[in-house]
Nanobody
């Protein structure tokens, strides 16, 4: 599964961005989808995931109340809406997909990964 990401960029603190993740030649309805991020000099961390079965969601404590993960009605794209962005949200954001993961919890060993998009939060 080839994942295509878009939506990164530079934003001021307090601003918003929406990241998109879609699959080339496929829908994503049969896949558990996750968003992860890696800041410079830090390990990759989970951000948010959405279950393939019932669209239940998981959020890391650091983004709860600010980020929202969702699927479009056609199940072709998964979004990460990021509001009230902080400088500490600066990172490369990756989406990942896996057809076998059960439940909303993020899993670092997911099968397919996007190439990442850079999000920079700075004034």
């Amino acid at each position: 599964l080839q994942l295509v990401q878009s939506g990164g960029g530079l934003v001021q603190p307090g601003g918003s961005l929406r990241l998109s993740c879609s699959a080339s030649g496929s829908t994503l309805d049969r896949y558990h989808i996750g968003w992860f991020r890696q800041a410079p000099g830090k390990e990759r961390e989970d951000v948010s995931c959405i279950s393939k079965s019932d669209d239940s969601t998981y959020y890391a404590d650091s983004v709860k109340g600010r980020f929202t993960i969702s699927r479009d009605n056609a199940k072709t794209t998964v979004y990460l809406q990021m509001n009230n962005l902080k400088p500490e949200d600066t990172a490369v954001y990756f989406c990942a997909a896996d057809p076998w993961v059960v439940g909303p919890t993020c899993y670092f060993g997911m099968e397919s990964w996007g190439s990442g998009v850079l999000v920079t939060v700075s004034s």
